[in-house]
């Protein structure tokens, strides 16, 4: 049997959430545990489910991604974190990738 991979979505446009939510609902192995819509949400909701996955958006009010990518990562160092953004630009990626993302779509 397959380990279902558990998913925290992270970004403040819920209808990005809705989105990616009902994308990945589709595929079997895969539950998403909860939606943040701040930084600050997306720390206590991983703290609280410990998901595998946290999808985080780069640029939500208040905490923005790095530093709740970087909290994600302290208190869940087995999460993976996977930002979320329309921005390619390195002084964006680079700092979510130095405080732990895995990787950006």
Known sequence: MTKTITVLLADDHQIVRQ??????????????????????????LAAEY?????????????????EATRRVKNISPRTQVVVLTSYHQDEYIFPALQAGAISYV
């Open 50 to 66: 410990v998901p595998d996955v946290v999808l985080m958006d780069l640029l939500m009010p208040g905490m923005g991604g790095v």
């Open 19 to 44: 989105g990616v939510r009902t994308f990945l609902n589709a595929l079997p192995d895969i539950e998403v545990v909860g939606e943040a819509e701040t930084g600050e949400a997306a720390v206590g």
